[in-house]
């Protein structure tokens, strides 16, 4: 299927559609608590006129070997005014996904600060302006039922005057609007107290004993932001379906336990040795903060937004439960776009069960806490999901502002086994070093344009560099047709 954006785009703002979800419905055991452009080949093929003319502009480096990125090729690339990432277009969606970082340690906080002024929210609305997608999901960002829509208000509706613009930049070319008015965000496992000691300290109430860890209800929350209309009545989430319930879960295993079970042939837990007994386990949520399938109307055709943020893999003892969880919560996603047998054993927070109709146009994106390379992850999982053959094949996004960042940073970076041009957060340098964890991974049945990731290098601009410390991880961006 193909579709055209050249419709006319309303000239009045339509009413963001906001779906505030009440806390009450939650139980009280629940309770509360630019990158530079590479142009890909196709882009090239693609993109006649103002691909050249921004090439022009910034240059263009062979896709087919990002480390041509050579960061000590002293060619200055723009100034302060120049354009870091091509206009859209207008044919193609521009699919990002962020990982804001606008997490504050109490409860109100972000929304106060947001309230008052706040620069960090600043400089993250004029990346997003610079980058001017269609649908954004942001991960780290409170859910409160107001914060999203703050946000949106406040900052990203309003002109941030560093934003550089490609669409701005490129006025002659008729960039059509694209502001982002439509907003769906919804509860996360983050912060919930389970009241269960769920890391086995002894304790119960940590920020470690809730659902998904986080002191406060919402923290580290999402936010889908669209152009175009969001369908709130048919979103689907699975907040609360059960980690077990998942056929052939990583159940979290103490090593003795392990060791045993595999010498013995058997995967019981007879001699006890589970991280969790099995009154917790039969409880545990699979979601860490929560995956949602938001459906978004774009000139009649259907496109799935599904979002998440798998728990960092880290921050656990020798069961590796967050690297379990890590990779059973991207398995989620992988059997829900799968054949409809393998997903079937979904249940969504409504009651629905089963995986998306195959044939759906979809999107995956988030900060999925896993490198296909590096890291501590159990990364079969974030492989397997790229290699899906129900996922778009396309070179990885890539930037130049990440191959300068392994280079100055050296230490973990220096013993990755991926393109540092792919990597998307900035991480301690120790360990693990930059990383590969942010995706946005169109289906199948979507034609890929072109990508990047907005980490410009300082020699691209100094001052579009100093924005993106505004967060550790940078905006992954993909354009997109529906086939
Ligand atoms: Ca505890
Ligand atoms: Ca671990
Ligand atoms: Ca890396």
Redesign the pocket.
């Known amino acids: 299927m193909s579709f055209s954006l050249k419709v006319t785009i309303p000239a009045v703002l339509l009413p963001v559609d906001y779906v505030p979800r009440v806390q009450t419905k939650v139980n009280v055991n629940e309770s509360m608590r630019v990158r530079s452009f590479i142009g890909s080949p196709i882009a090239r093929c693609a993109w006649p006129q103002i691909a050249l003319s921004v090439f022009a502009l910034v240059g263009v480096c062979d896709a087919q070997d990002p480390r041509g990125l050579d960061p000590g090729s002293g060619e200055k690339r723009g100034g302060a005014g120049s354009v870091l990432v091509p206009a859209p277009p207008s044919s193609t969606l521009r699919i990002a996904t962020f990982n804001v970082a606008l997490n504050r340690k109490k409860a109100g906080e972000l929304a106060q600060d947001l309230e008052k002024g706040d620069d960090q929210a600043r400089r993250i609305a004029a990346i997003v302006q610079s980058v001017a997608p269609d649908i954004l999901l942001v991960n780290e960002l409170d859910y409160d039922g107001k914060t999203a829509k703050l946000f949106l208000d406040r900052y990203l509706r309003v002109s941030q005057p560093e934003s550089r613009s490609a669409a701005a930049a490129q006025s002659d070319a008729k960039i059509p609007d694209r502001d982002l008015r439509y907003v769906y965000s919804g509860p996360v496992n983050t912060g919930v107290d389970s009241g269960l000691?769920?890391?086995?300290?002894?304790?119960?109430?940590?920020p470690?004993?809730a659902w998904g860890y986080g002191a406060f209800p919402g923290q580290y929350g999402m936010a889908v932001y669209s152009r175009y209309p969001i369908v709130s009545g048919e979103v689907r989430t699975f907040l609360k379906f059960p980690w077990s319930k998942m056929p052939g879960a990583l159940r979290p295993k103490l090593p003795s336990s392990a060791k045993k079970s595999e010498s013995s042939g058997s995967d019981s837990d007879s001699d006890g040795k589970w991280f969790h007994d099995d009154a917790v386990w039969e409880q545990l949520r699979l979601s860490s903060k929560s995956h949602w399938d938001v459906p978004i109307e774009i000139q009649g055709a259907r496109l799935h937004i599904l979002a998440s943020h798998p728990t960092p893999p880290v921050f656990d003892g020798a069961e590796d439960r967050n690297g379990c969880r890590n990779h059973d919560e991207i398995r989620l996603f992988r059997d829900y776009i799968s054949e409809e047998s393998q997903g079937a054993y979904l249940v969504d927070d409504a009651g629905t069960k089963g995986s998306i109709p195959s044939g759906s146009h979809f999107v995956i994106v988030g900060d999925l806490n896993s490198d296909p390379l590096d890291g501590d992850g159990r990364s079969e999982a974030i492989r397997s999901l790229i290699e899906h053959p129900n996922i778009a094949t396309y070179d990885a996004p890539s930037s130049r502002g990440a191959v300068d960042a392994a280079e100055k940073s050296a230490g973990a970076n220096t013993k990755h086994r991926g393109n540092p041009a792919h990597d998307t957060g900035d991480f301690n340098d120790k360990n693990p070093g930059n990383l590969r964890i942010d995706f946005v991974l169109p289906s199948a049945n979507c034609k890929v344009i072109a990508s990047g990731v907005y980490w410009p290098s300082a020699s691209e601009s100094a001052a579009a560099n100093e924005l993106t410390s505004a967060s550790d991880h940078h905006l992954v961006w993909v354009d997109i047709e529906l086939k």
């Open positions: 000691d769920l890391n086995n300290n002894g304790r119960i109430h940590d470690d004993d």
